[in-house]
């Protein structure tokens, strides 16, 4: 079965500094991957997906993820954090649905961004 | 953006009574799902769904839950007697066609069990 650890549950960065969210996963086959926003009383936000080929993925906000298969990582990075990104960060591993197709996300217990101004 | 809504925000219910939490999920979707996240702890997947019927289930997703489609439009997640151990946010998700597509979630119905 798969799974995703996400090792730090509380992280606190200064506006303007780099930002990396680790994120490590266990899955059989080559994974889909994902990593989600949830600003508190929201809902969980996409901000970027690996499927398949070029190992460094972009999404909004400025966020970008490496996906690393030989340390089953996919990390989540920002160059200079804003004070609006201060929320959760879910990373998730999607497994495909063999029958009826779809996908089963399988979640890391999050990590809470802090942004110090 | 076409997104996923969910009502209502915040459902209170007596233990043992049903609940019904409805999803309008974007227009253009065929995949479906329901997740939940009880306070403190990690999203976790209850159920997928695909042409009419449930391809996936986990083991919470047990015989008092269930899931329908009624219309062109609405998912429903029905709990038919509710436990105190039921209070958490449940999601409700979306995605294309294909099933590699990512899903879209709406912001959640907050259960609270009394």
């Known amino acids: 079965a798969q799974s995703v650890t996400q090792p730090d549950i509380h992280i606190t960065v200064s506006e303007g500094a780099s930002l990396e969210l680790r994120c490590n996963y266990s899955?059989?086959?080559?994974?889909?991957l994902f990593w989600y926003v949830q600003s508190p009383g929201q809902g969980l936000q996409l901000l970027l997906k690996?499927?398949?080929?070029?190992?460094l993925v972009q999404g909004i906000k400025g966020f970008e993820a490496e996906f690393k298969r030989s340390q089953s990582s996919f990390n989540l990075r920002k160059p200079s954090v804003h004070w609006s990104d201060a929320a959760e960060y879910f990373c998730?591993?999607?497994?495909?649905?063999?029958?009826?197709?779809?996908?089963?996300?399988?979640f890391g217990t999050g990590t809470q961004l802090k942004v110090e101004l | 953006e076409p997104e996923v809504t969910q009502t209502p925000s915040h459902q209170v219910t007596q233990m043992g009574q049903e609940v019904i939490l409805r999803c309008v999920p974007i227009?253009?979707?065929?995949?479906f799902y329901w997740y939940r996240q009880i306070l403190g702890q990690k999203v976790e997947f209850l159920v997928s769904?695909?042409?009419?019927?449930?391809?996936?289930k986990s083991e919470i997703f047990d015989d008092q839950f269930s899931v329908e489609r009624p219309d062109g439009s609405n998912f429903t997640l029905k709990i038919r007697s509710t436990k105190l151990e039921d209070s958490a946010m449940y999601f409700c998700a979306s995605s294309e066609r294909r099933g590699d597509q990512p899903q879209h979630f709406g912001d959640g119905t907050r259960l609270s069990i009394l």
């Open positions: 998730a591993v999607g497994a495909f649905i063999l029958t009826g197709g779809g996908n089963k996300l399988t």
């Open positions: 227009s253009n979707h065929l995949y």
């Open positions: 899955y059989g086959a080559t994974p889909y």
């Open positions: 690996y499927f398949s080929g070029d190992t």
């Open positions: 769904f695909y042409n009419n019927e449930i391809s996936e």
